[in-house]
């Protein structure tokens, strides 16, 4: 079984970073979009990441993300895609450390495997994600000026077949992050200041 590896910078990827979002809790965004077609006999395995380099110091960081996949058979025969054996579906990295494992268990196959399959001449989908904008997983680590983000994807394709894969990985900063208590009150002004306006154009 082969391994086809790719990264950002050689066309094969789209690669969307946003550093310093006005308004925002986000300091950092990779994004990943990429089709391919196994047009081997055999399984393949398939790896494709991004990065982009912090430009701001965060210390108290954290993250959120997601991905989706979408399995299309080709010859007839149904599709497959999994997680390698070794690998991650997904990965969010900060330099050379792992920072966040994501493989969600699927049904028909063991804890902490992924696999995602279709019938003779159909499609799958498959979409999940790990925290949010108001309410990240916190880092155990700081970013630092000059850290590579990068996310990552590992995956198995059956022979003939063809997968789209998408996905994000968001590093923001902690304190930037408004509690629930905050983002309540935000809503809440927020409606206030809807109404008024409806109030002021009526008379």
Known sequence: MGTHHRRAGIGLLSLASVVGLAGSASAAVVSVSKVVTNTRSTAQTFVYEA?????????SAGIFGSFSLV????NRNGVMAAST???DLYS???????????VPSTSGGPAGSFQLSAAANQQNFFTAAFGT??????????????DEIRVRFEFVLS????AAVSGHFNVV?????????????????????????????ND
């Open 51 to 59: 990065s982009i380099t912090a430009s701001e110091n965060i210390d």
């Open 71 to 74: 399995v299309s058979d080709f």
């Open 85 to 87: 054996v070794a690998g």
């Open 92 to 102: 969010g990295w900060l330099g050379s450390t792992r920072v966040k494992s994501f």
């Open 133 to 146: 904008e108001t309410a990240p997983e916190v880092l155990a680590s700081s970013v630092k000026i000059g």
């Open 159 to 162: 022979a003939g077949d063809q």
């Open 173 to 201: 900063d902690m304190s930037a992050v408004p509690g629930p208590g905050s983002a309540a009150l935000l809503g809440l002004a927020a409606g206030i200041r809807g109404r008024n306006r409806r109030r002021t154009e």
